[in-house]
């Protein structure tokens, strides 16, 4: 996306549309993860390649909204029941809005034999565990789930989620995370050793236990560390014209350093100009010029000039190398998809007899296994 989406506190810039219904918001770790990690306006075992009316598709026009479209789509055990179409809005702000534009049958009566059926939003963290140094676990842990009830899921409705701050907003320091209004929902806690604020239960909850942050995490904020305030520090600056400049708030006084540090006279800096641009939000289907997902993806170029390559000390030779070594990359990347996807076909075989776990290691380690649990 265009903007970074805030998400149970996380920002989230990279994000996978799914045909199914839902948009999945986290690292593609096990295929699993996109039942912990998503955010549903409607997901179901949609297919869309079942009618040359249905569309997956998205639009980002860069001014702080992120559309995806899932039009006509129809179920693929259920054909009967007709075409589905729904959107998902997610805003730079972090609101987030499902429409409905047509919902032909009850989602009680969506089968959920060969695909689950959720509405709304969840997120989840990874632990991975070692026993004995030879065998590693990974588990996931869906420590929150927003689910909507399904009785309001009908046609022409719109359903707002408007986005909380979470205490891992707050990392500028001690003091600030203690005197949050996240920690007045959530008991926040600041851990010195990680520089963070956090509740305990997030993405980056292993790195919270492994700093033993749950035991010596400061929760009062009487006990936060003394703290240098840049108010103080260019607390009062004369600048090369004589004219003297006294910052009045910690925005101001960075602001201000930056402005010394490259001699240059200061300019106004509007902190209310932050809010004023706010986002559209909708009363219909959004309507705009879409882009088709397709099997292959978004893909992203970039393009080097001569000029451009002679600046950063590369020159023709160095170009083609980088240009080889791509190609060769999406050549591997490419072939490993197609023999896991048709494990039947040479190159599955291929990839099946010479998997890592068939490898021999001369260490302790030559016995590991993988082995995945989920927790809900």
């Not at 989406?5 to 989230?12: A, D, E, K, S, T």
């Not at 020159?315 to 060769?328: N, Q």
């Amino acid at each position: 996306m265009s903007f970074e989406l805030p998400f149970y506190g996380h920002m989230v810039k990279n994000i996978t549309i799914a045909t199914g219904g839902f948009i999945y918001t986290g690292d593609f770790i096990h295929q699993w993860m996109t039942s912990t990690q998503y955010i549903a306006p409607l997901m179901a075992n949609f297919a869309p390649g079942l009618h040359n009316d249905s569309f997956v598709r998205y639009l980002d026009a860069g001014d702080g909204v992120f559309v995806v479209e899932w039009k006509n789509v129809i179920l693929h055990d259920q054909p009967d029941y007709g075409n589905f179409t729904f959107q998902a809005l997610l805003y730079e702000t972090g609101d987030i809005f499902f429409i409905y534009e047509k919902i032909p049958a009850s989602i009680h009566n969506i089968s959920t034999l060969w695909h689950p059926v959720k509405v709304g939003l969840a997120d989840a963290y990874m632990f991975i565990s070692e026993y004995l140094h030879r065998y590693r676990q990974r588990t996931f842990y869906q420590y929150h789930a927003v689910k909507l009830d399904y009785m309001k899921i009908a046609n022409n409705k719109i359903i707002h989620m408007k986005h909380q701050s979470t205490c891992i907003t707050y990392n500028e320091g001690c003091v600030e995370c203690l005197e949050s209004p996240a920690n007045e929902v959530f008991r926040c806690g600041w851990c010195s050793q990680l520089k963070r604020c956090s509740h305990g239960v997030d993405r980056l909850k292993q790195d919270w236990m492994m700093a033993q942050c749950h035991e010596n995490a400061i929760v009062d904020v009487n006990m936060c560390p003394s703290e240098i305030s840049p108010n103080a520090t260019y607390a009062s600056v004369t600048m090369a014209t004589g004219v003297q400049a006294t910052p009045t708030s910690k925005i101001e006084a960075v602001t201000l350093a930056r402005a010394l540090s490259k001699n240059t006279p200061e300019t106004e800096f509007n902190t209310n100009s932050l809010l004023t641009n706010s986002a559209r939000y909708p009363d219909a289907m959004y309507a705009g010029q879409f882009s088709n997902v397709t099997a292959d993806g978004a893909e992203s170029e970039t393009h080097f000039t001569t000029k451009n390559a002679a600046r950063i000390g590369i020159g023709v030779g160095g170009i083609a190398a980088i240009v080889a070594v791509s190609l060769f990359i999406i050549f591997v990347i490419g072939w490993v998809y197609y023999a896991y996807s048709h494990p039947t076909s040479a190159s599955g075989q291929f990839l099946i007899k010479y998997r890592p776990n068939n490898w021999r290691l001369s260490n302790a380690r030559a016995n590991t296994r993988y082995q995945v649990a989920l927790h809900m």
